[in-house]
């Protein structure tokens, strides 16, 4: 049977209803969430072919909510982000990591994702020095993920607070190129170690030719500015192979592991924790 306009509007009010219902929810047992220890992380491991070897783990944060059960970080950082709480979930993570990485022994590197909002107060640099400092990672086992959208308020002010984190020793990624939409003037302006390569011209790369133009354009760019450039997403062989012939030999992606726990991770490949 036809749907009529009115049957219509009435369903996507009550999808709405119950996306908004989700987050009023989410907003209200946030800080709870934090006390209960119901965040975890998951590491998902980033490496180079040829040669073969393991370049980083990112990591990546996860919510068991008692009711509404595990949910995406795409789903709930930005509802930590509207309702205050970003700043202190954000140093949750790096704590953790920090601290996990050391347990555990993680090398060479972790990638921690930073949100934009954690680039608004300097004393984030101090954050950085402390965690680093209490948890004894050395900063060169340190990368942090921005994304451009990182760079749209006080440009001038995230800029000096990735400055000197990097001053430390720590590494900057920019995650997701690609996608937003000045790029260029973001690699232009800040000295970063990294170019995350947005999934969307992976998932592309074997039907479009102009997202492998893209990506061969992207490399290049990277060759000539010394910065490595990681391809994000890569879940065939097929990606794989284009992408080695393009000479990109940094990945990340479902071929190569999902995100799982460290005591997971652990099953299948040589990590131990240290007590
Ligand atoms: P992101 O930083 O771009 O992280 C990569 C996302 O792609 C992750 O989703 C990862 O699970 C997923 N992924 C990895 N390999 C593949 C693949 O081969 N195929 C597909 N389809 N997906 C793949 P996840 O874990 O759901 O995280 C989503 C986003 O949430 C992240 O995107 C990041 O922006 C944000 N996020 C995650 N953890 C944190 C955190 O600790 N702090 C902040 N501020 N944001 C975080
Ligand atoms: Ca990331
Ligand atoms: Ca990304
Ligand atoms: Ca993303």
Redesign the pocket.
Known sequence: AKKSIGEKICFYESEMDEASRMRRTMARDIWVALEQGQFF??Y?VQRAVNPDRVTGY?????WRHPELGLI???VF?PVAEECGA?GA??DW?LEN?CREAMQWNLQPKIA????PL?LNNVSMIDRVRNVLAETGLPAERLEL?V?ESALVGDKARALHILQEIKAMGATIAI??FGSGYSSLETLRSFPFDKI?L??SFI?ELETSRQAKAFVRAILALGHSLNVSVLA????TEQQLAVLQQEGCHQM????FG??ETLAILAETRSLQAID
């Open positions: 992380l998951n998902q990112e990591v990546l944060l996860r995406s970080p795409a950082i970003i979930i954000g993570v990591a921690v994702n930073l949100s954690q993920e994304t995650d997701d995350k947005d999934r998932s994000e997403g890569v879940e990340q992606g479902f071929l999902r995100p």
